[in-house]
């Protein structure tokens, strides 16, 4: 049970020192338009570097998984609903995990 509460002070710890530390060094509005859309950008690109390479190894079968991404890509393009992406891009996954 130590270890365990060791554990949790040290990622409550790391969780609030990533959250304080740019409030720190910032202390006035970043006028640099390249830093603001850096800082912008970095939510979307880690969740893409997180997510994307999981896509392809999820469904169990690397054809099946590209299949599905490429019909979400096609429909993420067109600006088709989130709901509608996911839902045909699992199916299409599935169907081509069927016939494999």
């Known amino acids: 049970m130590n270890n365990f509460w060791a554990l949790l002070v040290a990622m409550a710890v790391t969780t609030y020192l990533v959250r304080v530390i740019p409030f720190a060094l910032f202390r006035s509005k970043i006028r640099s ?16 570097a997180m997510t994307v390479p999981y896509i392809f190894y999820a469904g169990g079968s690397v054809p099946s998984s590209v299949v599905g991404f490429a019909a979400a890509f096609v429909m993420a393009y067109f600006k088709l609903p989130l709901l509608l992406v996911a839902a045909v891009s699992c199916v299409c996954a599935y169907i081509t995990g069927l016939m494999i």
Do not use: T
């Open 33 to 48: 338009k390249f830093m603001r859309d850096f800082l912008y950008y970095i939510p979307y690109a880690v969740l893409g």
